[in-house]
């Protein structure tokens, strides 16, 4: 599975925009970026992922570098509730495995 | 989360015996997995089924077996239980190519 590689911690403040980046310099053309974060004592939690072109959803926004060597997941505005460890994570869909292969991940830390 | 659950969330079990974990799903997802969880080692894959009877093994199968006999449920068996097995178990779902998974809230069990 090709690597990705995450900052251990982020720090932000309430109301702010966060920019977590991650880089995955050996990616494949077959390989998804997903973007999951686990809050404490709970499963991990879906939040996006993409193939090429940059995407939104209601939870954050993924900015997929032009070649494919970097992302950055956006929270627009940080809140509380946003303090989580942040995962990178790419996701190889051809033949019969679907596996997700975790990281260490970004301990993301929220300032009121 | 809603679609997925796992029981129970809690066990405490003696060493050498027993222990099956039940993954339920109401979304018809065909593939689905168990991820365990230690502190420093993250979340690591057991085993994953691609369909009905179609199970492989994940990096930590050792001293694990799986089954799943109907798409909804996915059980994960501890033959005979060891303290190295202490661990929050997680599950997941995945509809197919691409797709996000969806994880169970856990089982923190607790082998003594």
């Known amino acids: 599975d090709a690597k990705t590689t995450q900052p251990n911690s982020m720090e932000s403040n309430e109301e702010e925009p966060v920019h977590l980046p991650c880089n995955h310099s050996?990616?494949?053309?077959?390989?998804?970026i997903h973007w999951y974060r686990q809050l404490p004592s709970q499963g991990p939690e879906y939040v996006i992922h993409?193939?090429?072109s940059n995407v939104n959803n209601r939870m954050a926004s993924l900015a997929i570098a032009e070649d494919r060597k970097s992302s950055t997941l956006i929270l627009h505005r940080a809140t509380l509730r946003d303090a989580a460890v942040y995962y990178c994570i790419l996701r190889d869909v051809r033949g019969s495995n679907y596996k997700l292969t975790f990281g260490k991940g970004t301990l993301l830390t929220v300032n009121p | 989360d809603a679609g997925i659950t796992q029981s129970p969330r809690h066990k405490v079990t003696e060493t050498g015996t027993p222990v099956t974990l039940r993954c339920h799903q109401t979304e018809n997802h065909r593939y689905m997995y168990w991820y365990r969880q230690d502190p420093g080692h993250g979340l690591r894959l057991i085993h994953y089924s691609y369909g009905v009877k179609d199970t492989d093994k994940g990096e930590v199968s050792d001293g694990y077996s799986v089954s799943r006999s109907k798409t909804e449920d996915f059980l994960l068996t501890l033959e005979s239980a060891t303290s190295s097995q202490t661990s929050v178990y997680f599950c997941?779902?995945?509809?197919?190519?691409?797709?996000?998974?969806?994880f169970g809230s856990g089982t923190r069990l607790t082998v003594v």
């Open positions: 997941a779902i995945s509809q197919g190519q691409g797709d996000g998974y969806t």
């Open positions: 050996t990616i494949s053309g077959t390989d998804y």
């Open positions: 993409g193939l090429t």
